[in-house]
């Protein structure tokens, strides 16, 4: 999967140029569909940044060890309650089959609820302590962790296929 995000416009002229060819900004007046409001101005606005961009990759039976603010994001509300960073997981699921899904207290047993992001990486899809779940080969899944804490968590995170 490959993912790009970019600012602004194609062509963007920020001094704006003159009619002869020379660089222009000597007017405070925005050239036609350089602003708000204005009919000359077409192109659709730039798109958010989802959760799942910059996602940490996570390999079958290889646990990951890491700070619920790692990513330094909070793009949505989690399990653990509102404006909390969250470690965003990607898991491309290597064979069909059932796999399980498990988050703890960094070396502890202490289970941390995980959200299952829904398909546009917008929004908490459900919370689970553990989950079973059936996978088709190549299926792309997301979770995120919060701390429950409000404070930055080491934790454990797995997913594991018997």
């Known amino acids: 999967m490959i993912a790009a995000t970019a600012c602004g416009r194609i062509g963007f002229d ?16 925005p050239p036609p569909g350089d602003g708000p ?10 798109m958010a940044v989802t959760a799942c961009t910059g996602a940490i990759h996570v390999t079958v039976n290889q646990p990951i060890t890491t700070s619920t603010c790692a990513t330094g994001k909070n793009l949505f509300d989690g399990c653990a309650g509102p404006a909390l960073d969250e470690v965003v997981f990607e898991f491309v699921a290597p064979a069909a089959g ?3 899904v498990q988050t703890f207290e960094s070396g502890t047993m202490n289970i941390i609820t995980t959200a299952n992001v829904d398909a ?9 302590g553990l989950k079973q779940a059936s996978m088709n080969q ?11 804490s409000g404070a930055c968590q080491m934790i454990d995170f797995s997913i594991t296929m018997p």
Request: glycine letters at 18%; a negative charge; aromatic letters at 8%.
């Open 14 to 29: 920020p001094l704006g140029a003159a009619s002869d060819g020379s660089q222009g900004g000597g007017s405070d007046i």
């Open 37 to 46: 409001g204005t009919t000359g101005d077409t192109a659709p606005p730039d």
């Open 120 to 128: 546009p990486c917008a929004a908490n899809a459900g919370c689970f």
């Open 98 to 100: 059932s796999y399980t």
């Open 138 to 148: 190549g299926q792309t899944t997301y979770f995120a962790v919060e701390a429950s």
